[in-house]
């Protein structure tokens, strides 16, 4: 299984990005699809999440300002971020939790893609 991220740059404050991520391999099914923050010098935070079911998920820090979304196909997963700030500078990661086989559930991460805003 494998991931890829795409979409991050550099942005001036106040600026969008889109971020893109698609998952490849052996999979059953794709259950929750998951993006990851990392700022400099800090732990990795969730920013947001969707369910199979399309339920979504967001940390306050971002809520009103990105959107999560997955295609039909379930095989890739969005993160649209406007009204950036320089705080959301970082690397962002995708993850998703697999369905192997019933009996084997796994959770992947793509390499990151780097978001700088700039103020």
């Known amino acids: 299984v494998h991931l890829l991220e795409s979409g991050g740059g550099l942005v001036q404050a106040g600026g969008s990005l889109r971020l893109s991520c698609s998952v490849s391999?052996?999979?059953?099914?794709?259950?929750?699809l998951t993006w990851y923050h990392q700022a400099p010098g800090k732990e990795r935070e969730l920013v947001a999440r969707?369910?199979?079911?399309?339920?979504?998920t967001y940390a306050d820090s971002v809520k009103g300002r990105f959107t999560i979304s997955r295609d039909n196909a379930n095989t890739m997963v969005y993160l649209q971020m406007n009204s950036l700030k320089p705080g959301d500078t970082g690397v962002y990661y995708c993850n998703a939790e697999v369905v192997i086989t019933p009996d084997e559930v796994y959770h992947y991460w793509g390499q990151g893609t780097q978001v700088t805003v700039s103020s």
């Open positions: 391999g052996y999979i059953n099914s794709i259950n929750v």
């Open positions: 969707v369910s199979s079911g399309g339920s979504t």
